[in-house]
Nanobody, 123 residues
Framework: VQVVESGGGLAQPGGSLKLSCAAS????????MGWFRQAPGKEREFVAS????????ALGDSVKGRFTISRDNAKNTVFLLMTNLIPEDTAVYYC?????????????????WGQGTQVTVSS
């Protein structure tokens, strides 16, 4: 199982970034996927998750109205579109695959993680 994040970088406040997570080594359509983030000195925080068939998704309170999660099951990829970025969004963003078919909003519900991609929001 492998998940690889990309798309991070430096953005100005109010700007946008789109993260991608390419998955391989498992049947992608069988598993919910999620995005989490971790800032220095803080615990890993739930950002967004989406179930296997994209019929349900959820966002963390701090990103509601600004971020959107989506997935392309034909390309084994999950996306996180981040708009109206604020400095508090600065963190390493991780993509995770759920432990099983259960859709979870908790870090403990995810078993496989990528190496993370750095997002920095600064003027």
């Amino acid at each position: 199982v492998q998940v690889v994040e990309s798309g991070g970088g430096l953005a100005q406040p109010g700007g946008s970034l789109k993260l991608s997570c390419a998955a391989s080594g498992f049947i992608f359509i069988d598993y919910p996927m999620g995005w989490f983030r971790q800032a220095p000195g803080k615990e890993r925080e739930f950002v967004a998750s989406i179930n296997a068939m994209s019929s349900s998704s959820a966002l963390g309170d701090s990103v509601k109205g600004r971020f959107t999660i989506s997935r392309d099951n034909a390309k084994n990829t999950v996306f996180l579109l981040m708009t109206n970025l604020i400095p508090e969004d600065t963190a390493v963003y991780y993509c995770g695959r759920s432990r099983d078919s259960t859709w979870s909003l908790s870090v403990n519900g995810y078993q496989y993680w990528g190496q993370g991609t750095q997002v920095t929001v600064s003027s």
